[in-house]
């Protein structure tokens, strides 16, 4: 019996977990908002931290139907939602069709994979990136 008890605890332990762990996506704080300008689109820029002792904090942006949440996992800037990579990021509508999202880039080779992988289209718009540091070192 006190095998059994143990068992249950040991695996409702660990599923609370990983649980915890999958949904816990820190203080989300949004830092800027812009509508499309058909009205359907929203962007934001935000940023988030949490992770405890360890923690983390990055910076980030969202493209979703106005009305919806923002989720910091449906992000449109690198691989690891987690990583600091990006910063200073504004986000301008060209048209209903064509977003701008300029941002600073950190260059370290450590982040090359990472930030090599953009969103270039999202709900039939266009992503046009500007890395404001490109040209420096």
């Given at each position: 019996m006190n095998s059994t008890i143990f068992k249950l605890t040991?695996?409702?332990s660990v599923a609370s977990l990983l649980w915890g762990c999958k949904t816990d996506m820190g203080r989300v704080e949004i830092i800027d908002e812009k509508?499309?300008?058909n009205g359907e689109l929203v962007v934001s820029t935000f940023s988030c931290q949490g992770g405890g002792a360890a923690g983390y904090l990055y910076f980030n942006a969202n493209l979703r139907k106005v009305g919806e949440t923002l989720d910091p996992?449906?992000?449109l800037l690198g691989k690891h939602r987690t990583w600091k990579a990006?910063?200073?990021i504004?986000?301008?509508w060209i048209d209903d069709k064509n977003l701008e999202l300029s941002y600073y880039q950190v260059n370290s080779p450590d982040y090359k994979e990472n930030n090599s992988i953009k969103v270039d289209s999202k709900y039939g718009v266009k992503i046009n990136h500007v890395i404001t540091n490109k040209n420096k070192g």
């Open positions: 040991l695996i409702t509508v499309s300008p996992e449906n992000f990006f910063h200073s504004s986000a301008r």
